[in-house]
């Protein structure tokens, strides 16, 4: 299986950025192995988007969206669980 590559979007890494720093590695730690297996078990499709997808990572949520034509993850909004959807 081909390997994708990871991009952050502008908003995301700000959002990253505001977490504590033992959250902003365990968000890390869960969106590097996406490059290998872009939909791992307990990912969740978002309804009413085509391609979006959330993962849980504590009490936090990842949104990321999957290019399977050009192999690219965009991650599109990383924030507490209460805020993300919004």
Known sequence: MARYEIEIS???EK???KLPRKEQTRVVEAILP???NPRP????KLSGYADVFRIRVGQYRILYSVSSGRLVIIILKIGHRRDVHR
């Open 41 to 44: 078990l307990g990912a969740r």
């Open 15 to 17: 959002q990253l950025r």
């Open 34 to 36: 996406l490059a290998d």
């Open 10 to 12: 502008r908003s995301a």
